[in-house]
Each structure stands twice: as C-alpha cells, then as structure tokens.
C-alpha cells in the first residue's frame, strides 16, 4: 500500500465509482434506479412499505392497514396480518424445491466442521420447537438464549420464532451477573445453554455462568437446556437440566408454525445504556423480518450463487440480523465460524473464505485494523478471488483501514458496503446499495430507500448538506424494523428516543453526523463521544482517523477528560505497528501530536497519548469506551470487565503493569 492510501483523514474526498462489472448484475442497478425508489418512498410511504411487504413476506393472513400512526411513538405495521418468521426462513425454501441447498457451512474453531442443508435445518427447529412445548413452552413465553457460535444457536432463535416464544439471546461473554439481569428482566421460562464455548484456545464456562445466575434467583426458570460442546465438566441439577441431543432424539420433526400476529414480539435484546441498567429493545415479528429481507436484497446484493459470511456473534444483532434471520428469510449459504479470528494464526479468516469460496463478507472495522495490524502476508496466502462484496459494521471505519480493505483483502474489485444501523433499527438504515452508490472510504454514503434520515440542530432544524457542520442523526418517519419498546417500560422507551424532539416524533439515534455537498453522511461517533474542547465540537472518530493515517499507529481510540479550562481535553489511547521497545516514545507522542494538528487543526491536538498493547474490546471487537474515559479521567475502573477479550489490558492501560 502506498504512503498516499494511508494519507486519509475522516474528510476523505476520493469516490470509487460502481465497478462496471458489478452493476450490471446487481438487484439495484446505477443512481437512477436508486433514486426512483426513494421518489417512490417519499411521494407514498405506506404505498412503498406495503408493497416491500407483500412481495417479500409469505403471510398467513394478508394484512390490510399499513401504518397505525394513531399513538405516536407506539407505531405499528402490519398490524391486522399474521405470519410466522421460522415459516418464511425455512419452509417456503423447501417448498419451493431448495431443502437441499446448504444453509449453514460451519467451522468450530479447533478446525471440525459441520454443513446443514435447508431441509436439513428445519428438522432440526422442528425437533426444538416440539421439545420446548414439551416443557410448557408457549406463544409469548420468554425463552433465554445463552449460547457459543454454533449452528445450534441458530436452531434455537429459529425454533422459538416457530412456535411464537419470545427469545433473548446473551451474548456469551457476559458474566453470571448480567446474564441474571436478562434473565430476571425477561422473565424467561427456559435457558438454552452449553456445557462450554471455545474461544481463543480456552473454554468458556457457560453453564457454570447459568448455575451461579440461577442460584441467586431467577425463580422463573424452570427447564436450562444443555448442549454438549466443550465438553467440560459441569454440575448437574436433576429435574431442571436436560441435555440438548437427548430431548431432540425423543422429538418428532413435525411441528407446524405458529402463526403470530404481525406486532408480537419476535425477540428482546438488551443493550448498554445511559444508566448501569441495560435496556431490553423489543422487536415485531413482521417488520423486522421486512427490513431484514430488503437490506439483505439491496444492500448485500445475494444471489443464489453467493457464500455470504458474517463474523459477528449471535448475542449481538447483528449476528440477530444478519445470521439467523436475514440471511435465512433469502435463501442464502452463509459460513459460521465459532471462534478467535487469530487462531491458529492471523490468516484464519482468510483461509475459511477461501476453502468455503466466500463472495461477501461482513465484518467489523475493529477486526480489520487488527488483522490489517498483522501484515498482508496473511491473506495474501490465500486465494481470496471469489470475494465480490465486502462490508462493515459496528462503527465507522477510518479511511486508512477502508483502504487496506478495499486493495488488500478486495483486491481493489469489490465494493464495500460501510453500514449504519443499530440494535434499535433491526437493519441497516444508511448504507451503500454496491450496484448504484458511488463509495467514498469512511462514508456510510446515502440512506436505503424508505429510510428518512437526517442531520438536524438541537432544535430539530436540517443541517444543511456542505456546511461542514456536524448535528444529531434522526430519523423523521419510523420503520418497519425499528424497536417498539424497552421491555418492561415504555416510559424509558420514549425518554431514550423520542424526547428530544417532543412536538415533532423524531427518532434520536444518540449519533453525531454531517453531510457533505453530495449529501452523503459521515458518522462522527455516540453524542457521548463528542469532545466540547474549548466550545468547540470534536467528534472522537475524527481525532482517531488522523491518528491512525499515521504509519506508525495501528490503531487509536480518543476519549474526552474533565478539564477546568478547556471543559474537556483529548485522551488519546494509541496501539503502534510491530513493536514498541526501541522506539522513543516521547518522540513519537510529538510526531502524533504534530500529525494531528496538520491533519485537522490545532484544536484536535490529543493533549495525553497513551500507549498500549492492546485496547479493552469485548469478545465480538467492540471497544469499551466508557471504560476508557474511566481511565482517563484516573477514577477506579467499577464497570464489569468480564466480556472483555483480555482483562489485563486494564491494568496496562492504567499504567500498572
């Protein structure tokens, strides 16, 4: 790569246009097609909704209301039709004479592997779904998922959706603790867990994490289903625990699908929020699945040829989204993986995609600038050819690892979709569409049709595309996909995301955004992650591109601490290419500094670095930025460590190891 490519800061100007080859098979063909299709949106919104919605979803019962506005911000669609989600990702595939298509090519990481065809698959649901009705398990019930990444963990959301039980997938890595939480919050009637997950050479003791949980309450459990992965040894509670494979055997395959109303609750899923307590986002059965569907059609452009691949966790939504529904509801062969992308070497990734034959792949922009941190040799080992789409998710991605994406493992052929949507959306909301957005590295691009995003004052005011002026990130129209509650509490639901704006019903995305003269949007991180130095607004995402531009960082994570002068000042936490021993460090810091300041401004200049090994990131990449500011600001670190990949980053990075 040329010094040239990393020399990109977040206003990065360069635009890729659509590969030729690409466009001319792609669903969305050229700006034009694209443009109509949000006309058609904006002139007739129900109009183009219920439209999506009879083409995309086999209904049980056809519904004949689109949008019920008429308590705002409840909102719902579809509300008068019935369906069943499992029905639609599963039987009308082998209805249609595809139940011998591969759904699932699986990998474990000690290198076993399994493979499920369609057919396959719903057996396996069927078997599930008979079970947990066995255990009184019924429409509406609470079913709490705790699981590795492993098919079954598909098998049991699937199974769930199939007989209309309200799942809550915890993301493995989660503690006792907080697994209590969701489960008590939830009040769940059935745990679906294993012995163990593998990750990273150890086994994850998940059942042990059920137990303690359960000891310390949870009087609503009554049945914990175990899956035998790991293999470790476990303790046993009679009555209540049941192995996986053993209540599957007894079970017949034959289980009809519940029709489910088109608002009932297909799933919760919590996520962090302002308070310590995690909020439970609920989602619909109908319009979730809708915005699923779609964005897998518009935005990953699948077809019946593709091997499409997401690296994400099932606890997480878009391992929800984008791996045991999207995918599923379209008919694709998806690649699961279950373990540490780095084992055993860098080039792990890279050698599933090439023996799979992998032509779209999604992952997160922390993976890559840590795979990108390990050198091209890696993928360049592998026979990476038949990648036609690559994608992101989770955060902005800098325009330097945009780069190494787009030449290195892309081959400078395929186009990469940079997506931004959340656990509230469902699905992506603003994002390339690969065959008609031109690209521009670090830009989440334009919205997907029917997708009324904005970037609006404190005052709810457009900020006008071009004035260099960043704002809040709305949306002005809800979506099908988008949550309907916080479980348990609509008052936090409206506080959360419709309070902001009272008199005018606007979805707050809790994101900063600009628009630049092309009107795409450029996301500048969480409001939270938007540094007031001086009365000036610095986004974090923008200090942290200019940093890594630089050659010698490899990574950078910028948080704002408490100032008396200036309000806040700039922490920067910095991760260096290769090692760090002969370096002078001091040295260094003035270099980045310098760089900072000719890449954006003095006002940018990180007034602390900090360096590191390694920064504190969950299991699926995430970074704990509130931890960060914890150490920053030099307040004992409180938070729950223990989803993190490695706990000792902590204590490097607050200088005391």
């Known amino acids: 790569m040329t010094d040239e490519t990393l020399e990109t800061v977040l206003t990065e100007n360069r635009v890729f246009e659509v590969p030729a080859e690409f466009a001319e098979h792609a669903r969305i063909a050229g700006m034009e097609q694209y443009l109509d299709m949000a006309r058609q949106a904006t002139q007739d919104y129900e109009g183009f909704w219920a439209e999506q919605a009879r083409q995309e979803i086999t209904w049980s019962k056809p519904f004949s209301q689109v949008l019920?506005?008429?308590?705002?911000?409840?909102y719902k669609w579809f509300a008068d039709g019935t369906l069943n989600v499992s029905y639609n990702?599963?039987?009308?595939?082998?209805?249609?004479?595809?139940?011998?298509?591969?759904a699932i090519l699986w990998e474990g990481e000690p290198g076993d592997t399994r493979n499920f065809t369609y057919a396959e698959l719903l057996e396996e649901v069927g078997k599930l779904g008979n079970a947990l009705k066995s255990y009184g398990v019924e429409k509406g019930d609470r079913v709490v998922i705790y699981m590795p990444m492993v098919p079954e963990a598909v098998v049991a959301m699937q199974a769930c959706?199939?007989?209309?039980?309200?799942?809550?997938?915890?993301?493995?890595?989660?503690?006792?603790?907080?697994?209590?939480d969701r489960i008590e919050d939830a009040g769940a009637k059935v745990v679906i867990t294993a012995d163990g997950g593998i990750r990273g050479?150890?086994?994850?003791?998940?059942k042990k994490n059920v137990d303690r949980a359960l000891n310390e309450g949870c009087d609503t459990v009554e049945h914990v289903v175990v899956l035998q992965r790991a293999e470790n040894e476990i303790d046993w509670t009679e009555g209540r625990d049941v192995w996986f494979r053993e209540i599957m055997e007894r079970e017949s395959a034959d289980c009809a699908p519940e029709p489910v109303e088109a608002e009932h609750p297909l799933f919760i899923l919590y996520t962090s929020g302002s308070t310590g307590k995690p909020k439970g986002v609920v989602h619909s059965s109908a319009g979730y699945l809708l915005g699923a569907i779609t964005s897998m059609k518009w935005v990953f452009d699948i077809g019946e040829d593709d091997v499409y691949w997401c690296t994400a966790d099932v606890g997480w939504i878009t391992g929800h989204t984008y791996i045991a529904y999207g995918p599923m509801a379209v008919g694709a062969t998806q690649v699961m993986y279950e373990g540490a992308p780095t084992v055993p070497d860098p080039g792990r990734l890279w050698s599933i995609a090439e023996r799979t034959g992998t032509t779209v792949f999604y992952t997160a922009p922390t993976a890559i600038r840590a795979l990108m941190k390990q050198g091209d040799e890696w993928p360049n080992k592998h026979d990476l050819s038949k990648l036609r789409l690559l994608g992101t998710v989770g955060e902005p991605i800098n325009p330097a690892a945009w780069m190494w994406y787009y030449q290195v493992i892309g081959g400078g052929r395929c186009p990469i979709v940079d997506t931004w949507w959340q656990t509230e959306t469902g699905s992506h909301m603003i994002s390339p569409l690969p065959g008609a957005v031109p690209l521009k590295p670090g830009s989440c691009t334009l919205p997907l049709p029917g997708v009324m995003a904005d970037v609006v004052d404190e005052e709810g005011n457009t900020v006008e595309p071009g004035s260099h002026h960043g704002g809040l990130l709305v949306l002005r129209r809800p979506v099908p996909s988008m949550l309907r509650t916080v479980w348990g509490d609509d008052q936090r639901y409206i506080d959360t995301y419709w309070?902001?704006?009272p008199d005018q019903y606007m979805y707050l995305a809790g994101d900063s955004a600009t628009r630049d003269e092309d009107g795409y949007f450029w996301i500048l991180g969480r409001i939270d992650d938007v540094i007031n130095v001086s009365g000036h607004r610095m986004g974090t995402m923008e200090v942290e591109s200019a940093l890594v531009a630089h050659d010698k960082v490899a990574e950078a994570a910028v948080v704002g601490r408490p100032d008396e002068v200036k309000g806040n000042s700039i922490f920067a936490f910095v991760i260096l290419q290769g090692k760090r021993e002969d370096e002078d460090l001091e040295a260094l810091r003035e270099a980045l500094r310098a760089h900072v300041t000719d890449e954006i401004g003095a006002i940018a200049r990180p007034d602390e670095i900090r360096f590191a090994d390694a920064?504190?990131?969950?299991?699926?990449?995430?970074?704990?930025?509130?931890?960060?500011?914890?150490?920053?600001?030099?307040?004992?670190?409180?938070?729950?460590?223990s989803t993190l990949e490695d706990e000792n980053v902590v204590r490097q990075l607050q200088g005391k190891a």
Do not use: W, Y
């Open 89 to 102: 990702c599963l039987d009308r595939h082998i209805e249609a004479g595809n139940g011998d298509r591969p």
């Open 201 to 206: 050479g150890k086994t994850v003791a998940l």
């Open 499 to 501: 309070s902001h704006f």
């Open 615 to 641: 920064l504190p990131k969950t299991r699926s990449g995430k970074i704990m930025r509130r931890l960060l500011r914890t150490i920053a600001s030099g307040e004992e670190v409180t938070q729950d460590i």
């Open 68 to 74: 019920d506005e008429s308590n705002p911000p409840f």
């Open 161 to 180: 959706a199939r007989i209309g039980a309200t799942h809550s997938v915890v993301f493995g890595g989660f503690s006792a603790e907080a697994l209590k």
